[in-house]
């Protein structure tokens, strides 16, 4: 069982939860006195606990915490706006192969649309989704999602590193040896534009292909991450 408590609150000794969590460990685990937990920051701290009172709040004795550092790169995934479910699908596994940051912009051919009176509410929903596929994952890194308002936004928001594009007519296999720091842009149902192409190929994104199929949109991102933290592994 993977619990998620504030940064400042993970620390050795006594600790109270209380809330959704709590909840989650009475009610959907069905946790016992005497159990262990594994209780998590977020930010890639963790730590081994035991459950030794359930009432109002679930209290779990803490051991020292320990810090996890993540091997590199550092993977981030311009993701266009998917329609219905398969946006969340897209995030969820995004956040299991190894993604560490998602950045959502609306394409010109994406089907979706978030106005601007939605927009917080979606945000808080991928967020949700973000944390739920970490505590099923094992991660004690929970990926961080943004909105890009346009295409130029989300680039303009990158640091330096390496750049691809996910595009099905490039015959250019994705390597990224050495890099510390890539981004990976996709595109939405109806594919990416010849304008848009040339925006991020301007911002020194390489065009890669993956194999000589098309993928859906929200498998093309999701294999790129996958294929890029196997070749880290070596």
């Known amino acids: 069982m993977r619990i998620f408590v504030a940064p400042e609150a993970l620390a050795k000794g006594e600790l109270r939860i209380s809330g959704d969590e709590h909840h989650y460990l009475g009610r959907v685990r069905r946790a016992r006195v005497g159990d262990p937990v594994e209780i998590v920051d977020g930010h890639g ?134 890099a510390l720091d890539v981004t990976i842009a996709s595109g939405p149902e109806g594919g990416l534009t010849p304008d848009e192409l040339e925006r991020l190929v301007a911002a020194g994104f390489v065009a890669v292909g993956l194999g000589p199929r098309v993928l859906r949109a929200e498998t093309a991102p999701t294999i790129a991450v996958a294929l890029i933290r196997h070749a880290s592994r070596s």
């Open 45 to 178: 701290r963790r730590a081994a606990a035991t459950i030794v009172k359930i009432g109002d709040e679930t209290i779990v004795d803490v051991a020292e915490p320990e810090t996890i550092v993540g091997k590199p790169p550092h993977l981030r995934a311009l993701v266009p706006l998917i329609k219905g479910d398969r946006m969340d699908v897209c995030i969820e596994k995004l956040v299991e192969v190894g993604v560490d940051s998602i950045v959502v912009w609306p394409a010109a051919r994406s089907v979706a649309r978030l106005d601007d009176s939605r927009r917080d509410g979606r945000l808080a929903k991928y967020r949700a989704a973000v944390q739920a596929a970490a505590r099923q994952c094992g991660r004690a890194q929970v990926p961080d999602v943004t909105h890009a308002s346009d295409l130029a936004a989300a680039i303009a928001s990158l640091p330096p590193g390496k750049r691809v594009v996910l595009d099905p007519s490039a015959d250019v296999p994705l390597v990224v040896e050495d």
